[in-house]
């Protein structure tokens, strides 16, 4: 597969990651190694951020200021054996495989940015229970047309690089699958102490869906995804004005300060009847607001919008009344409903990233809000139940984009402060690591 005379290089990578293993990887660096050395990073901790989620700072953003996430992704879903707490040695285990790839790669998109968080049912593994402020409930369906399995493994490690060379062999260090990381040696793995449950992959920017979409289910046969596109659903998303902070989301005080939470959930997307019955117009409406299509605001995928999804707080208040008059509802326009706090920050800081995992397309939907029920409720208004006494408005039809995605998997996760990333008690201790 890899070794293909003809195979363009970008074919090459664009499978890589997808496919994994170290046979991905090698036929990855023989391709690449004309590029630039991978930077490296640095054995000195005080210098990183307690913040396992800053990444706005070290990733790109486009010329509208918007954060442009890494391209290739790779989410490792992993398991404890037992039923009990980690011990001790687990521990420090843990934090020796963090600490190799902190010195191996730089922290940043031409690096790997990286985080780990951890279940309801990690924590449910020791005696004390998690602090009063922290909300981590259990995943549950959030609309009533959903049936997805629940992500409960102990632990996601979430790895992304714009270099799909770094991101794998990250993930190979991290499983024990390769001796060095980018150079450095690696002296633990975090597949000493877990059981790697799922491995699964994503990418992100303009031409990845594109590129990807021949032959994959849910995307008809005509491969209408545009170029120039960062989704499959042929618009551009994360808008700088409608995402949180990640001051925001961060957790402010008690033993997980610095913290966040994040949910994520795995969507399978069916585009035939996006693409092939409906035109352009159509789809705008659909995806942002009918008035964005009656007065032309979108343009191509969206650039056009500059670092604002253009929802304005009219096209909020006044949802009902342009059910009825256009007999449809934009899901940004839905979403928004409940993504502002009383002062009017945004609530929920959206990272998700596109995947041909099991050759379907879908997306990885990771948000980081500061408690999980944040999201619950941005997807509730999303859902738009109390809408669907509109005539025209059916649970699943008319309503934004509901129609296109299925919700397969749902989890929810804490992302401590990185001093606590190693198999941390509910209390916010790490027995065993020193300072
Ligand atoms: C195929 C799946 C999806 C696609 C392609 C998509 C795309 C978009 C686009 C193009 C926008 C407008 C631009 C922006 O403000 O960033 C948007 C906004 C938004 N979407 Fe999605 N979205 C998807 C699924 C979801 C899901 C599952 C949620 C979960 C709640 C969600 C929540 C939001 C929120 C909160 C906003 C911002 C609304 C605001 O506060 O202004 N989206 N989405």
């Not at 074919?11 to 991905?24: N, Q, S, W, Y």
């Not at 070290?58 to 980690?86: A, C, I, K, M």
Request: proline share 6%; glycine share 8%; net charge negative.
């Amino acid at each position: 597969m890899f070794d293909g005379g003809g195979t363009s290089r970008r074919e090459f990578v664009k499978a890589a990651v997808a496919v994994g293993g170290a046979t991905a990887l090698s036929a990855c660096t023989s391709r690449l190694d004309d590029r630039e050395p991978i930077p490296r990073g640095t054995t000195d901790s005080d210098s990183l951020p307690s913040r396992q989620h800053a990444w706005n700072d070290v990733v790109r953003r486009d010329d509208d200021g918007n954060v442009e996430l890494p391209r290739h992704q790779v989410f490792l879903y992993l398991t404890l054996p037992g039923d009990g707490p980690p011990s001790d040695e687990d521990r420090r285990t843990v934090e020796s495989a963090f600490r190799t790839l902190d010195e191996a790669y730089e922290r940043s998109n031409e690096g790997v940015v990286y985080s780990v968080a951890y279940s309801p049912r990690y924590f449910s593994r020791f005696d004390a229970p998690l602090p009063e402020g922290i909300d981590l409930p259990e995943p549950r369906s959030l609309s009533s047309f959903e049936t997805p399995e629940f992500d409960r493994q102990d632990a996601l490690v979430h790895l992304a690089s714009d270099r799909a060379d770094a991101v794998l062999e990250a993930e190979q260090a991290l499983r024990g699958e390769s001796e060095t990381a980018n150079g450095i040696e690696v002296e633990s793995t975090l597949t000493d102490v877990f059981d790697v449950d799922s491995r699964r992959t994503g990418f992100v920017g303009p031409g990845m869906p594109a590129e990807r979409q021949d032959g994959l289910k849910g995307i008809p046969d005509t491969n209408p995804v545009p170029e120039e596109s960062p989704l499959f659903m042929g618009f551009k998303a994360g808008f700088a004005k409608t995402q949180a902070t990640e001051d925001y989301v961060t957790i402010g005080e008690g033993p997980f300060a610095g913290g966040t939470t994040k949910h994520v959930s795995n969507v399978r997307q069916r585009l035939q009847d996006w693409y092939v019955e409906q035109d352009f117009d159509d789809r705008v409406s659909e995806m942002f607001s009918p008035v964005h299509a009656s007065e032309g605001l979108v343009e191509g995928v969206g650039e056009n919008l500059g670092d604002d999804s253009g929802v304005t707080d009219e096209m909020v208040d006044d949802i009902r009344d342009h059910a009825m008059e256009f007999g449809r509802v934009g899901h940004a326009q839905k979403a928004a409903r409940a993504n502002r706090d009383e002062e009017g920050n945004v609530r929920i800081l959206r990272r998700h990233v596109e995947s041909t995992d099991d050759d379907t397309a879908s997306l990885h939907f990771p948000t980081l809000q500061r408690r999980i029920s944040d999201f619950e409720e941005v997807r509730a208004a999303m859902n738009g139940d109390d809408l669907t006494d509109v005539p025209t408005i059916r649970q699943r039809v008319n309503n934004g984009i509901l129609e296109y995605i299925f919700v397969k998997h749902r989890g929810n996760f804490l992302v401590p402060p990185r001093e606590l990333r190693a198999l941390p008690t509910p209390t916010g201790d790490v027995p065993g690591l020193d300072g």
